[in-house]
């Protein structure tokens, strides 16, 4: 019988059914997160690269004393280019998909490595070395992190959220306009398989 109280409940009834939903905003609010986290941390590495490390000065003869200053740029000529690399990438990510995230994440991931090492080579310099060090690397936790986790994350690009087993879209200029609206690729297979059942203009 359909009314056996002894039935267990359908485990997609109730709260458990609304898993999938209530972890989607989680993972939407873990990409936001480390995608900031990657752009301030290049941010930093970038701002403590190009600061001034160390300064010594020296007397001449006639009594003239000057200051020779050193600058990140000087001591780790790398850390800046890396820093700002690392922080492009993440920028990227913004407008690409989740694949392409893994691919950047990676190039974030050694861009703060090699930044970090460029503070870890002159921690004695004060304490700029060692904000370029953390930023570096908080910067390749956070490229590290996306390339493992970008798969898990809810797509952004504007194609990847179109809705999938819509029907195909005729090659009506119109059409083709609507699409383009609505967030469907006009260039998806479904176009492709109606213009080719209509067959070649001649």
């Not at 006639?62 to 700002?84: F, H, K, R, V, Y």
């Not at 690409?96 to 921690?123: D, E, I, K, P």
Request: hydrophobic share 50%; glycine share 12%.
């Amino acid at each position: 019988m359909s009314g056996d109280p002894t039935a267990s409940p359908d485990p997609a009834d109730g709260p458990a059914g609304d898993a999938p939903e209530a972890a989607a905003p989680d993972r939407a609010g873990e990409r936001a997160r480390v995608l900031l986290a990657g752009i301030a941390a290049a941010g930093l590495a970038a701002l403590a690269a190009s600061r001034g490390w160390t300064s010594t000065a020296e007397t001449g003869h006639a009594g003239i004393t000057a200051t020779t200053a050193q600058s990140g740029t000087d001591l780790a000529s790398w850390a800046l280019p890396c820093a700002l690399a690392g922080g492009a990438a993440f920028l990227a990510m913004l407008a690409t998909g989740n694949r392409a995230r893994r691919v950047l994440g990676v190039v974030a991931a050694l861009a703060g490595l090699a930044a970090a090492l460029g503070g870890v080579l002159h921690l004695a310099s004060g304490p700029w070395p060692i904000a370029l060090a953390a930023a570096g690397l908080i910067l390749a936790g956070a490229g590290a992190w996306t390339t493992a986790r970008a798969g898990a994350w809810p797509a952004a690009d504007r194609y990847e959220t179109a809705p999938a087993g819509d029907g195909a879209i005729t090659e009506d200029p119109v059409s083709l306009w609507n699409a383009l609206d609505s967030g469907r690729d006009p260039s998806s297979p479904t176009i492709t398989a109606s213009v080719q059942e209509k067959g070649p203009r001649r």
